[in-house]
């Protein structure tokens, strides 16, 4: 083999490196989440795993409240694991339906990916320990006070209730 030949089977290799990482894209989703086909009508059990409960008892130790209000992650699902404590959690799906669910130590939870969801401790005595995984790199925040209030939209909002959409 000569070193063009050589160049030549690089630029191939190359070549097909670039393709299998296009192809290795997420495919976009079409619906919310997608319920398994047996399936009864979605709750928030459906987003929730307590099978590690009983693996986890470590006591709750520290002191702290916190809510993490209304956003969205729009690239990416965000599946939470719940190491220490108790947290409200919920997720609101593009029917306007609310899932919501308390969650104990060992207790997972997936918010679909762009769904509008938060996070609230209430039990002020105890903190929350918990991690949250993506399949993003960047699944980046939107928080939906900020989006209405920060740039004024919210006007617009108030005006168009409670009808979604309104000609103006
Ligand atoms: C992540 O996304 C945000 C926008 O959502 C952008 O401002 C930021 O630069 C991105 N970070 C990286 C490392 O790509
Ligand atoms: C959300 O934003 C904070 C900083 O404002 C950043 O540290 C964190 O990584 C972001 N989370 C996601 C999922 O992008």
Known sequence: MNFSTISVYRVLIALADALMVANAGDPNILSDFILPQDSYLADANFF???GMRSLMNAPARHH??????PHTHPRSAELLFMVQGSLEVGLVDTTDELYSQTLQTGDMFVFPKGLVH???NTDAKNMVVAISAFRSANASNVSVLSTLFTTGI???AMLCWP???RHI
């Open 154 to 156: 919210m006007l617009l």
């Open 64 to 69: 702290l409240s916190s809510i993490k209000p």
């Open 48 to 50: 929730t795993f307590t």
């Open 163 to 165: 009808s979604p959409s």
């Open 118 to 120: 938060y996070q609230y």
